[in-house]
């Protein structure tokens, strides 16, 4: 093994969030492997906020059946082999109870498979890629709304539903990073067939695609390196030479999502619409402005203006409750990227306490047996499971930017405080 590796493997930052002094018998490890540093690095801080504040106030509370949570994180350096090595860690050697899942699904799919062998529940904060479902793990649920293949869907549904057929756009360039969660996502737009690398075997066939059913003709796709890329200038030319009328922007971090709309911004492109899978981020606002950003859509799978109704050491916890939190532990507004793993926290929590159990086969069976009438309730709403690990019956939240705020416009018809769609963007 690498030094690097070796050290940021076995440098494991130990949090007791309340009162309990050094661990003992009766607390409840729980370990997450994030990337505090590297590419991922302004996601994974956030999921390290969100898990501590909600090991905060379940430990405030008085624990889990009476015992607190000591939670431990390890900085993965957005590297899978360090992600893989510390959860091996977790489990041999810090003998953790349960496991939180990390960011992303570059680091997701291949850990899911550790957790696999271990058979420790793992709950998926942000791990899209439809593969990561279809390789038979057992105790694997997702705590977004979907598939990435599938956003396509809600894209489009917002559009249906408040643009007439006649106005639509007509032609898309998609342009994406050669990323698990963006090449998902393409594919389902696209029409793509779902191939698994390891058994070449087809997971689905996603034909026609959510673009060709909507009659919108694909005039351009472009695919950028992984890591290292800049050349942001020249693709945003090539973009706005294709003359296509809506953009679709496919990102792995709000990063990327500020890079492509700077670019877009300088070149003066000027499309009907502009859909991104990253940017509801507040780094987002704030690096390129709320002109540049007026019009954009991105989904999401929370929002601030959604009161969903969860649970939290037995009793109601809404999603205006965790914003009030959050706000006075951090000194700033919340975002999707620590709501969802504050709601993972809370599933935990649900299913030790619903397990009467650590046990991860009980934990898991209790997942299992969740329905959308008995669910495990979160500030992301609801929650049960198919075979596969895949929430039911959700849609995504799609938001767009509107003078500077983030607002809600799709379903419409779901939640109080949904605004109308803003179309056409008229550039940028």
Request: net charge negative; with cysteine; hydrophobic share 40%.
């Amino acid at each position: 093994m690498r030094l690097a590796n070796l050290l940021a493997t076995t440098a494991v930052t130990a949090s007791v969030m309340v009162g309990t002094g050094a661990a003992s018998a009766q607390t409840i490890k729980i370990g997450a492997s994030l990337p505090i540093t590297g590419g991922l690095s302004v996601s994974g801080e956030k999921h390290r906020r969100g898990y501590d504040l909600c090991t905060k106030l379940i430990n405030e509370a008085g624990g889990i059946m009476g015992r607190q949570v000591e939670l431990l994180i390890s900085d993965n350096r957005s590297d899978p082999a360090t992600a893989i090595n510390q959860y091996e860690r977790f489990i041999n050697v810090d003998k953790v109870d349960a496991v939180y899942g990390t960011f992303s699904s570059r680091l997701t799919f291949p850990v899911a498979s550790i957790l696999s062998k271990y058979n420790m529940v793992h709950p998926i904060p942000s791990g899209g890629a439809l593969r990561i479902y279809e390789q038979g793990y057992k105790n694997i649920f997702y705590f977004q709304v979907n598939a990435a293949e599938y956003v396509g869907k809600d894209v489009i549904g917002v559009m249906k539903e408040s643009v007439p057929a006649d106005q639509l756009p007509k032609t898309a360039a998609i342009v994406h990073a050669e990323d698990f969660f963006a090449n998902a996502i393409a594919a389902g737009l696209t029409g793509a067939k779902v191939i698994d690398p390891a058994s070449n075997k087809e997971i689905a066939d996603l034909a026609p695609g959510y673009l060709n059913e909507a009659g919108i003709e694909v005039v351009m796709t472009e695919i950028w390196p992984e890591e290292g890329f800049n050349d942001w200038l020249n693709l945003a030319n090539s973009v706005k030479r294709s003359g296509a009328e809506m953009i679709i922007g496919l990102t792995a971090s709000a990063e990327e999502a500020v890079q492509l709309t700077r670019a877009f911004k300088t070149v003066g492109a000027t499309p009907k619409m502009v859909y991104l899978s990253q940017g509801a981020q507040n780094e987002y606002i704030d690096g390129v402005g709320n002109d540049a950003a007026e019009g954009v859509l991105i989904h999401t799978t929370w929002d601030a203006g959604v009161n969903f109704q969860g649970m939290l050491s037995g009793k109601p916890y809404s999603n205006a409750d965790f914003i009030e939190a959050f706000t006075a532990e951090y000194g700033v507004e919340p975002d999707e990227d620590s709501a969802i793993p504050f709601a993972v926290c809370q599933g935990i929590e649900q299913a030790i306490t619903g397990a009467g159990s650590t046990d991860n086969a009980a934990m898991g069976e209790w997942l299992k047996a969740r329905t959308t009438d008995d669910p495990v309730r979160t500030v992301l709403g609801d929650f049960s499971w198919d075979e596969v690990g895949l929430p039911q019956e959700k849609k995504h939240v799609m938001t767009q930017w509107q003078g500077g705020e983030l607002k809600f416009v799709y379903p419409t018809d779901q939640f109080e405080g949904v605004v109308p769609f803003q179309y056409p963007k008229n550039g940028f």
